[in-house]
């Protein structure tokens, strides 16, 4: 097996205590202003990026290939371990093993596979379903075959089960996914702190709590989440929808013949995209 240092990263991570703060990104340049904030690591958001990628919503529209490609762009511009939005596994057991595989590849540190029926959707919206039990264990059956046969890469088991099925069956299907081996459990949308500390009190191992700001979940403090249990403390949409509203509001004031009067600096903008180690790069070769 070839070993992956963003794989190390992320379980030197998990392995100490305390939680994991994980602003979520959508693309290289989101990556890196996380990591340049100091942050340990971060995941590639599915919704994200469907919704800058494609201008669509997380509905299963966007495939495998759009998902691997900017996971790639990602994975590259930053050092610290990422997590990837593997949806489903894009189709059965055996594509499953081709998406770990993939991720892998790719440079993400963890990989999410989930029991959604496809096309799958937000956690947080309407129309979501979860596949029998027995497909789901599938799926996570041959994601941590694929690990454990060569990709080292860790394996996070998302369950959607709460919403149709209640949080008894979420945390069953939680539980069989530890057992199997499971690097990361990921009980989606519980509804209350109640039901949060459930889940981490029932399900053993590593958890993540997923934070959607007007979601289900009920966004707890840092500390609370800690005491709770949880390891990473998700934030899917916060940069997204940060960024939309500032967008927003920038062509608001341009569309009344403004002009917006809260940028960045120009200098501090082109020292974050990279301009400076460019500019270093440049003279060294010059100077040769």
């Given at each position: 097996?070839?070993?992956?240092?963003?794989?190390?990263?992320?379980?030197?991570?998990?392995?100490?205590?305390?939680?994991?703060?994980?602003?979520?990104?959508?693309?290289?340049?989101?990556?890196?202003?996380?990591?340049?904030?100091?942050?340990?690591?971060?995941?590639?958001?599915?919704?994200?990026?469907?919704?800058?990628?494609?201008?669509?919503?997380?509905?299963?529209?966007?495939?495998?290939?759009?998902?691997?490609?900017?996971?790639r762009n990602?994975?590259?511009?930053?050092?610290v371990p990422?997590?990837?939005?593997?949806?489903?596994?894009?189709?059965?057991?055996?594509?499953?093993?081709?998406?770990?595989?993939?991720?892998?590849?790719?440079?993400?540190?963890?990989?999410?596979?989930?029991?959604?029926?496809?096309?799958?959707?937000?956690?947080?919206?309407?129309?979501?379903?979860?596949?029998?039990?027995?497909?789901?264990?599938?799926?996570?059956?041959?994601?941590?075959?694929?690990?454990?046969?060569?990709?080292?890469?860790?394996?996070?088991?998302?369950?959607?089960?709460?919403?149709?099925?209640?949080?008894?069956?979420?945390?069953?299907?939680?539980?069989?996914?530890?057992?199997?081996?499971?690097?990361?459990?990921?009980?989606?949308?519980?509804?209350?702190?109640?039901?949060?500390?459930?889940?981490?009190?029932?399900?053993?191992?590593?958890?993540?709590?997923?934070?959607?700001?007007?979601?289900?979940?009920?966004?707890?403090?840092?500390?609370?989440?800690?005491?709770?249990?949880?390891?990473?403390?998700?934030?899917?949409?916060?940069?997204?929808?940060?960024?939309?509203?500032?967008?927003?509001?920038?062509?608001?004031?341009?569309?009344?013949?403004?002009?917006?009067?809260?940028?960045?600096?120009?200098?501090?903008?082109?020292?974050?995209?990279?301009?400076?180690?460019?500019?270093?790069?440049?003279q060294r070769?010059?100077?040769?």
């Open positions: 097996m070839k070993r992956n240092e963003s794989a190390d990263s992320l379980r030197k991570l998990l392995a100490s205590p305390g939680l994991n703060v994980m602003p979520c990104c959508f693309d290289a340049l989101s990556a890196k202003m996380i990591a340049q904030a100091g942050f340990p690591l971060t995941f590639m958001s599915g919704f994200a990026v469907s919704a800058a990628r494609l201008g669509e919503p997380d509905t299963g529209l966007i495939s495998y290939g759009e998902m691997i490609d900017q996971g990602i994975c590259a511009a930053v050092d990422v997590i990837g939005d593997g949806d489903t596994g894009y189709g059965n057991p055996v594509n499953v093993r081709r998406t770990v595989q993939g991720y892998a590849a790719a440079g993400f540190a963890s990989v999410m596979i989930e029991d959604q029926i496809a096309p799958k959707r937000c956690g947080h919206t309407r129309g979501k379903a979860v596949v029998g039990r027995d497909e789901a264990f599938s799926r996570i059956r041959a994601a941590i075959d694929a690990r454990n046969e060569g990709q080292d890469i860790l394996i996070l088991a998302r369950t959607d089960a709460r919403h149709d099925h209640g949080l008894d069956e979420a945390i069953t299907r939680a539980q069989q996914f530890a057992e199997m081996g499971a690097d990361i459990l990921f009980v989606e949308a519980p509804h209350s702190e109640a039901e949060m500390r459930r889940v981490c009190e029932e399900v053993p191992g590593i958890k993540m709590a997923n934070l959607v700001e007007g979601g289900d979940t009920p966004i707890l403090s840092h500390q609370l989440l800690e005491e709770i249990g949880y390891s990473i403390a998700a934030y899917p949409l916060t940069l997204l929808n940060s960024a939309m509203l500032a967008m927003q509001k920038a062509l608001a004031t341009m569309k009344h013949g403004g002009h917006p009067d809260r940028l960045m600096d120009f200098a501090e903008l082109r020292k974050i995209v990279g301009f400076e180690d460019y500019y270093e790069l440049e070769y010059r100077d040769k």
